[in-house]
């Protein structure tokens, strides 16, 4: 399966607009607390097209002033993340009020629904493979945390929400990490399914760092 069915949940059957920017929408991926991503061809001259992934906005999160500028002070950070395991950030943009985000297509499925196709088949993910996920996660990881921005400053990031969701596993074998940048008050969000991989320190809602993606990323595995 492709993005639209490995990597996200449900859909919504709303109304919305087929263009922002350069950005052809095609049809919706799924939804998050953020917005809703989809399938997207991006088109310039001469015929050059080339396949991407957009996240708009929710319109009720749009008119939220503070909301919005966490969404772009995120997408910021996560484009000067540039490494082979992180979800690429192209292109961030605003179209008649609608505010989006542009991500490298990923063709593949999410972890989550890897161990799920395992489970009903009884055969559980190798050992190897499952190392070796982990290990391009981990580089991933490391390579959010020790990001710096144009000035060659620290951002001093984590993931802080890592979960089997957020690890893709492309058809050619190369694991991704997802959603290595979300609003404040987005990440701030937990759904019951980011529980079970929460390290003490989040649970009990106090100081954490990039130990707690290690953590995290010892329960996936």
Known sequence: MNRAGGRR??????????????YHLLEELSENSVGILHLARLEGPKGFQRWSAVRRVHPHLATDAAFIQD???AARAA??????NVEATLDVGETDGTHWVALEYLHGERVAHLVSRAEIAETGVAWDVACRI???AALGLDAIHVSHDTRGQPLELTHG?????????SYEGETKVLEACVPRRASATLSSDVL??????QLYGEASDRRSDVFALGVVL
Do not use: C, K, M, N
Not at 12 to 18: C, D, G, L, M, Y
Not at 161 to 169: A, H
Not at 196 to 201: A, I, K, N, T, W
């Open 9 to 22: 949940g449900e859909t919504t059957s709303a109304p919305f607009p087929r263009v922002l920017g350069r």
């Open 71 to 73: 969404f772009y002070d």
């Open 79 to 84: 484009a000067s993340i540039r490494h082979q």
């Open 134 to 136: 982990v290990a391009q």
């Open 161 to 169: 929400r890592l979960t089997p969701r957020q690890i893709f596993v």
């Open 196 to 201: 079970p991989y929460l390290s003490p320190e």
